[in-house]
């Protein structure tokens, strides 16, 4: 069992810069995957950014170039830097892991962290 912790969101004005971290209870350099998603009021959650245990990430075109997504795995710890916040970007935020055990594969989600841009 997997449990993932979000923090570092709140109300940032428009052009600014959050920092969201996840800590996980588990070595993520074991796992197969992490990832941030971000879920806009009354919409499924859609996927931002994911990253690899050798830091290999990927990311949704419309953040490319603002998003960073980050590790560090003697921490067990994941980050999303957001700059140049954009009043869209405004939803809740989870942090996703995916695990390998044998053959099956395991879904972990944190409880999601707000994030607020004003105009």
């Known amino acids: 069992q997997v449990q993932l912790v979000e923090s570092g969101g709140g109300l940032a004005q428009a052009g600014k810069s959050l920092k969201l971290s996840c800590a996980a209870s588990g070595s993520i350099a074991d796992f197969n995957a992490m990832a941030w998603y971000r879920q806009f009021a009354g919409n499924e959650r859609q996927l931002v950014a994911t990253?690899?245990?050798?830091?290999?990430?990927t990311y949704l075109d419309s953040v490319k170039g603002r998003f960073t997504n980050s590790n560090d795995n003697a921490k067990n710890m994941v980050y999303l830097q957001l700059n140049g916040l954009k009043p869209e970007y405004t939803g809740v935020y989870f942090c996703h892991a995916n695990t390998r055990d044998g053959v099956k594969d395991w879904s972990y989600w944190g409880q999601g962290t707000q994030v607020t841009v004003s105009a």
């Open positions: 990253i690899t245990s050798d830091s290999t990430t």
